[in-house]
């Protein structure tokens, strides 16, 4: 009962506290003032240069004095367009500084309207950007009338009237906190817990992004909450790979880091999206961190790279690395059960040693350091669960979306079971409602809605959408899951992205179109659509390097009609594979496995905006360009997967 009072107590602590971003940082750089926050790599000497956490304070201030000396009033907001950098930390503390509201927009965004409905929206009247992004900027001013100055972290030899340099800033900056300290302190001291931080928009899986208005509070709250299922210390370091616009860098690193008196680095971006990709693993090596933020394509990577390695040390070391990797999977069953079967008593101590024998080697291809990787999206894998836990490198899958700030739920090394979303963070209310609005019992499924200091203030500039998904306080997510107990969320797909029969039943489809792409070499991409028709239909993009492959392992021509005819047969055993006789049979409930494939004949990228900003399919845009196919699929001929429109495809 004392634990439960002095838990309680700190909870009431935590909540009268209600701190901003402004009383954060303050907090936690009295704290830590001597470590060091961030690293950066100095592309001369080649050598990962820590800022300390008053220094990181100390700039930021000045940036935020040059921004009232630019004249950037309280509340306004400034689009931020950059690659991951020290500079975008400190900057966007500095926006933070001066009362501003920071309007974090993806460096994958084009010179398109994507770019130019943000600015516009947001009602941005800077914008700060780098040397890399600053040709989209200028290319898209002329429709954004409103934005008064262009900002760079960069110095350039072809400045134009409305450009200045931060180092032009920061001077204004030290100038006014010389002559108007006290203005400044007025400033940044008038900031409330309920005033804008972010507006952070969606990735557009609809016609027009919607605007998240993240708080101060927001923010602080959800790091508090963080703390509950998850922890790191001083001597931690972080390498952040993910882009920097979205919350989850902010929380789950930036903040969190702070918080616990750590520090962070990023891969050094470069000119490009490939050179940014081949400063990975260069980083890793160098920085050593001890933690990283994965998504589950950045996973499937690292094992990839490993696997290759392995590969090439010849027959008998990957035959002993399977071998290891099978024994240690089978030990640790689930994670949070490891080690409870009579068996596992002979099976440990040859984990042991092979752990010192090839895992040890295995994780100095990940720096040597690491412990754990922090996991977004809450679809992951549970084979690649596994396989990162059997190596010694745990990844602690998580839960959240950007309207929560965003993390809901974490599997974490005091708690975790591979397959669920984790434990939920406190202090923090869930509930789970069917289709009736009507709460479901555990183990029940239905969409996972919540209540706390992290939900969103709303949507920018759309009251309608922020009354549906915000009812009475609770966030209404979209997305289905279920409680096992009291604390763990298994998220198993979108509540309203539903397959629905001819019958009205529902399914959600997420589950089958990971697990084709998963199970198979061949597919690349899955997509499944039911909208009460007489059956399911399969969106396919196949792996056309693999398929001609297949083709010449038949000794085949793989332009000719009879190899494509043979790719099509194996796409479709591929799919036959989950129905009876199949390796995979009983994964998934007949009735929704697809009774016909549409082989699509192009991948989804982002260049042809069949994928977001996120790497998320855009159901209705595949769906859309694909009608054709997708009708033809309904017809006796095209029921069966030999036919003209796939052929064609290939």
């Known amino acids: 009962m004392k634990g439960e009072a002095t838990c309680a107590n700190l909870k009431n602590n935590i909540m009268a506290e209600r701190l901003t971003i402004i009383d954060f940082v303050e907090k936690y750089v009295a704290m830590y003032s001597k470590n060091p926050f961030l690293w950066e790599k100095n592309l001369d000497t080649n050598v990962w240069e820590p800022t300390t956490y008053e220094e990181t304070l100390a700039k930021a201030k000045r940036i935020a004095a040059g921004l009232m000396a630019l004249g950037v009033q309280k509340g306004e907001k400034i689009s931020y367009l950059s690659e991951g950098r020290d500079m975008w930390v400190i900057g966007e503390l500095g926006v933070l500084y001066a009362g501003a509201v920071n309007v974090p927009l993806s460096i994958k965004l084009g010179e398109t309207n994507d770019l130019v409905f943000r600015v516009k929206h947001s009602d941005s009247k800077y914008v700060i950007t780098s040397k890399f992004q600053l040709a989209k900027i200028r290319a898209v001013l002329p429709e954004c009338p409103m934005v008064e100055k262009v900002i760079l972290f960069d110095k350039i030899d072809d400045m134009k009237e409305n450009e200045i340099y931060i180092g032009d800033i920061i001077e204004m900056g030290d100038k006014f906190l010389a002559e108007h300290e006290d203005l400044f302190i007025q400033r940044y001291k008038s900031i409330g817990p309920d005033d804008y931080a972010n507006i952070s928009y969606t990735s557009g899986t609809t016609a027009d992004p919607k605007g998240i208005l993240l708080t101060h509070r927001n923010y602080t709250a959800n790091v508090e909450q963080a703390h509950s299922v998850i922890g790191v210390g001083p001597e ?9 616009d979205h919350c ?20 050094p971006s470069g000119k490009s999206g490939k050179e940014a990709l081949r400063n990975i693993s260069p980083s890793i090596q160098e920085l050593k961190p001890s933690v990283m933020l994965s998504v589950p394509t950045l996973a499937k990577s690292f094992k990839k790279n490993i696997e290759t390695t392995i590969a090439k040390k010849g027959k008998t070391i990957e035959k002993l690395y399977n071998f290891a990797l099978k024994n240690a999977i089978a030990y640790n069953k689930e994670g949070y059960n490891k080690g409870t079967q009579f068996v596992d008593i002979f099976r440990k101590p040859l984990m042991l040693l092979f752990d010192k024998l090839i895992f040890k080697a295995v994780r100095q291809g990940l720096g040597g350091n690491m412990k754990f990787f922090v996991g977004g999206g809450a679809l992951l894998d549970i084979d690649l669960q596994r396989y990162y836990y059997a190596i010694g490198i745990p990844m602690y899958q998580g839960y959240g979306l950007s309207e929560a700030t965003p993390i809901i739920s974490a599997n974490s090394p005091a708690r975790h079971i591979f397959g669920s979303s984790g434990k939920i963070v406190q202090p923090m209310e869930i509930k789970i409602l069917d289709a009736d609005g009507i709460e479901q019992p555990f183990g029940s499924k239905g969409e996972i809605c919540i209540k706390g200091e992290n939900v969103m203030a709303g949507y920018w500039k759309n009251p309608k959408s922020t009354a549906d998904t915000i009812v009475d306080g609770w966030l209404h997510t979209g997305d289905m899951g279920y409680m096992r107990d009291a604390e763990m969320l298994y998220v198993v797909g979108r509540f309203k992205s539903l397959l629905i029969a001819a019958d009205g039943e529902k399914y959600s489809p997420e589950g089958i179109e990971e697990n084709l792409v998963e199970s198979s070499k ?5 997509l499944l659509h039911n909208s009460q028709d007489p059956y399911t239909i399969a969106l396919i993009t196949p792996n056309k390097e693999a398929l ?16 494509k005819v043979k790719m099509l047969e ?3 055993d591929e799919v036959n594979m989950y129905r009876k006789g199949g390796r995979n049979f009983g994964a998934f409930p007949e009735r929704w496995l697809p009774a016909a494939v549409c082989v699509l004949p192009e991948p989804w990228t982002e260049q042809n905006h069949f994928l977001n900003s996120s790497m998320k399919v855009v159901r209705g845009r595949v769906e859309e360009a694909y009608k054709a196919h997708m009708e033809y699929a309904y017809t006796p001929e095209g029921k069966n997967i030999v036919n003209d429109m796939n052929l064609a495809s290939l």
């Open 236 to 244: 931690d370091r972080m390498l952040i790979i993910l882009p920097l």
């Open 248 to 267: 989850f860098a902010h929380v789950a690193g930036f903040y969190t880091m702070m918080s616990y008196g750590a520090s962070l680095g990023m891969v």
């Open 522 to 526: 061949y597919i690349d991409g899955a």
């Open 548 to 563: 001609k492959a297949y083709a010449k392992e038949l000794g085949l021509d793989p332009a000719s009609k009879e190899a």
């Open 570 to 572: 194996l796409l479709q």
